[in-house]
Structure formats: structure tokens, C-alpha cells
């Protein structure tokens, strides 16, 4: 996106799980359908700008990403410039905490002014070789699991269906998906039910694409 952006982080105190924030555009005005990622973690903003990540990474230090907002909202752009990316590298390690190493592919974004700022911070760059998106593995697994399960079975009709669609697909794969990782938990954890003889109810999520299996009360 270009342009300035502010981002408005609340930590919740200790004890708590959950990373709350907003994404402002330069005017002031929030930016709806921005993709927020911490680690492994995945979610879009609401049209408050708002966003939530329950059960954020502890330890290492992570990198918070921000990618754009509605490319036909004004004065907006889905074409980030290397100084705003390296830019967003400050702001995400006001202090101190930058990570050891930054893994990233060859995109033009990536430019000198971007590694620059990133040795400046301590960073180790990584760079993966041309042509091997295979060795930026947790965006490349994401991006096909966005394919093989949701894209590859709609037809889209235009950017405002796409961000419907994918904002559907984000809340299932965040709440009801399994994940192999997690003991096949979702990344917002839901108990255990326990086993009983009830009937086993289908909720259709992403619009009957997938489904979230749970026993009438």
C-alpha cells in the first residue's frame, strides 16, 4: 500500500493471549481487508480497521506483516515502494527486538534502500535463489493452501467478491479448520466435545465450501 500507514498495537498484559490493533491509512481512516501476519499466524482487518490474533507467538521474535488494503479504496495502492517496506521493518522493532535472521524472496520491493535498513537494525538478510519459492516455506504453504482450498474451487467475479471470499476463507482456516500442527486444533482453540450420542451437525463455512462438525446441544 502506499503512502504512510499507522498501526495501533494493544499488548494484553500477562496471563492473556491475544494481540489486539488497527491499521490507519495517512489520512487517519481505517484500512478494511488488510492481511496482519504474526508467524504463523493469519487475519484480515474488519471495516473499523481493527484486527485480533488470539494465542500469538511467545519467545523468539516474530515479525508482524501488513499487506496493503482495497486497491480501489482512494489514494491507496497495492504497490509498496522499497523505502515503505523498509520502513515497516523499523516500525515493527521500535525496541530492540529485531529478529536474528529475515527470510524473504527476490521481489524488486527488496531493493537497496530495504537491505540497507534491514543491516543497519542487526538483521541477517536471507535470500532465497531464483525460481525456488520452495525455500520461503511458510508463506508458500499458506499461499497454496489459499489455492487448493478455496480459489481453485470459486469462480470469482471481481476484487470485491475475491476479498469476500478469502476474508470467509481466513475466518475458517483460523476457527474451524484442523491443523496437523496444532494435535488438528485450530489456531483459535475451541474444547474438546465430548462424546455422546447426539446428532453431528454440518455448518457449512465459506459458503458450503468446508464445514465446521459439531453435536447438537
Given amino acids: 500500500m502506499g503512502g504512510a500507514i499507522s498501526l495501533t498495537l494493544q499488548v494484553q498484559p500477562a496471563g492473556q493471549t491475544s494481540l489486539a490493533g488497527q491499521v490507519l491509512d ?3 481512516a481505517p484500512v478494511q ?3 496482519i501476519t504474526l508467524g504463523t499466524l493469519n487475519t484480515t482487518t474488519d471495516a473499523a480497521g481493527n484486527f485480533l490474533l488470539a494465542n500469538p507467538p511467545v519467545g523468539a521474535s516474530q515479525l508482524l506483516l501488513i499487506d496493503g488494503g482495497p486497491a480501489s479504496s482512494p489514494g491507496k495502492s497495492l504497490h509498496p515502494t522499497t523505502a515503505w517496506a523498509a520502513q515497516q521493518v ?3 522493532f521500535p525496541f530492540d527486538e529485531a529478529p536474528r535472521f529475515l527470510l524473504h524472496d527476490r521481489d524488486a520491493i527488496f531493493g537497496e534502500g530495504f537491505r540497507r535498513r534491514v543491516r543497519d537494525l542487526g538483521i ?3 535470500r532465497i535463489a531464483p525460481r525456488a519459492p520452495w525455500q520461503n516455506p511458510y508463506v508458500e504453504r499458506l499461499i497454496g493452501s489459499i489455492r ?4 481453485d474451487h470459486a469462480i470469482v467475479l471481481g476484487e470485491a467478491h475475491l476479498r469476500r471470499v478469502l476474508t470467509a476463507y481466513l475466518h475458517y482456516y483460523h476457527e474451524a479448520r484442523p491443523h496437523l500442527a496444532l494435535a488438528r486444533d485450530a489456531p483459535v482453540p475451541r474444547a474438546a466435545e465430548r462424546r455422546r ?3 453431528v451437525l454440518a455448518i457449512p463455512r465459506v459458503g458450503g465450501l468446508h464445514h465446521r462438525y459439531a453435536r447438537a446441544a
Avoid: D, S
Avoid at 487448493?148 to 480459489?151: H, K
Fill in 197 to 199: 450420542r447426539a446428532e
Fill in 26 to 28: 495517512e489520512t487517519g
Fill in 90 to 92: 523499523v516500525e515493527a
Fill in 148 to 151: 487448493r482450498e478455496c480459489l
Fill in 33 to 35: 481487508g488488510a492481511i
Fill in 124 to 126: 541477517t538478510e536471507v
